[in-house]
Nanobody, 121 residues
Framework: QLQASGGGLVQAGESLRLSCTAS????????IGWFCQAPGKEREFVAA???????SWSRSVKSRFTISRDAATNTVYLQMNSLQPEDAAVYFC?????????????????WGQGTLVTVSS
């Protein structure tokens, strides 16, 4: 089970840190991805961190966001800096335990409920 949290309302240029906490499984086995979905749009890949701490990134956020995982708390963090209005969306975390496939929503088996990020200009 995945629980995403940390969303909120910020002004353009500010930061947020999203958390994705896992329970009910062996956290170290799973690759974790973050996706976002704005109203009327498809779910888009943001970033992923593999069970071996490899990273995959959407080109649009790579210079502003970072991703990390904490095995002690079964949590993956998405640090979002210099947020812009176009970053506003519901952010979802997702997990799978396969060796490949990190950037497509269909790669993932388990999903959290989403957390809303709103960015005012």
């Amino acid at each position: 089970q995945l629980q995403a949290s940390g969303g909120g309302l910020v002004q353009a240029g500010e930061s947020l840190r999203l958390s994705c906490t896992a329970s009910g499984g062996t956290f170290s086995y799973y690759n974790i991805g973050w996706f976002c979905q704005a109203p009327g749009k498809e779910r888009e890949f943001v970033a992923a961190i593999t069970r071996n701490y490899g990273e995959s990134w959407s080109r649009s956020v790579k210079s502003r966001f970072t991703i990390s995982r904490d095995a002690a708390t079964n949590t993956v963090y998405l640090q979002m800096n210099s947020l812009q209005p176009e970053d506003a969306a519901v952010y979802f975390c997702a997990a799978h335990d396969r060796r490949s496939g990190f950037t497509r929503a269909r790669d993932y088996d388990y999903w959290g409920q989403g957390t809303l990020v709103t960015v005012s200009s």
